[in-house]
């Protein structure tokens, strides 16, 4: 019996040995992705709010504008004007925006953003943005989700979140874009992040769907 309970003693003794060890590795593991994460990780790519209007980055064939807007505020939306090429300072019930930006969130002019407005939205999948062409139908509107608040049912998932890094990538998809007076303009979201690596700076490439 003696020798029983002390073969107990042993195996519980390499038990608690063993879970300790493991305890160790995992502390360790979690230490060293903290670390990474929060100190030692490059910053994501990113870009410097654009000054002026939108800087043309296309070919003789296809005009293709860039722009990054300050969207780091959590209160305030932004608004951006296809027309002027520009932020424009503005309201929601006014008809002279296109698209708002808040953080990563994005609202067309129309739906419960403004009924004034025939904003919506249509997402076209992974295509470029020069070989896209504007559907007929099919627009999404502005509306509010119970957990989200309100939106545009076919831009709010244009990113990826990795979980384990914490950072914000575009789907790389285009996008259809109707602006409150009927016109389309075709978009792709090319980066979340400015120049520093912090978060809030959305840049976006656009082109007039007349163009094709």
């Known amino acids: 019996m003696a020798t029983d309970a002390a073969g107990r003693r042993s195996l519980l003794r390499l038990v608690g040995i063993g879970l300790a060890a493991l305890l160790v590795a995992l502390l360790v593991l979690a230490s060293a992705w903290l ?6 990780r490059p910053p994501p790519a990113g870009f410097a709010p ?8 296309g070919s003789q064939q296809t005009t ?5 807007i300050d969207a780091r505020s959590r209160e305030n939306w932004v ?6 090429g520009v932020a424009i300072s503005t309201s929601q019930e006014a008809l002279d925006w296109d698209l708002a930006f808040r953080r990563n969130d994005l609202l067309t002019n129309g739906g419960e953003s403004n009924p004034l407005g025939m ?9 470029p943005l020069a070989e896209a062409v504007a559907p007929s139908d099919g627009f999404l509107t502005d509306a509010t989700d119970e957990e989200r608040g309100l939106e545009n049912p076919a831009l709010h998932k244009w990113y990826n979140y990795n979980w384990t890094t914490h950072i914000i990538s575009s789907k790389n998809h285009t996008y259809a874009l109707r602006t409150p007076s ?6 792709t979201l090319v980066s979340y992040y400015c120049e520093d690596g912090s978060s809030g700076c959305v840049t976006f490439q656009y082109r007039g769907s007349e163009e094709r």
């Open 35 to 40: 670390l990474w994460v929060f100190v030692l």
């Open 50 to 57: 654009t000054t002026g209007e939108a800087s043309d980055i």
């Open 64 to 68: 293709v504008l860039q722009y990054t």
């Open 79 to 84: 608004y951006f004007s296809f027309e002027e």
């Open 119 to 127: 904003g919506g939205a249509v997402d076209l999948g992974e295509l």
């Open 182 to 187: 009927g016109d389309v303009e075709l978009l």
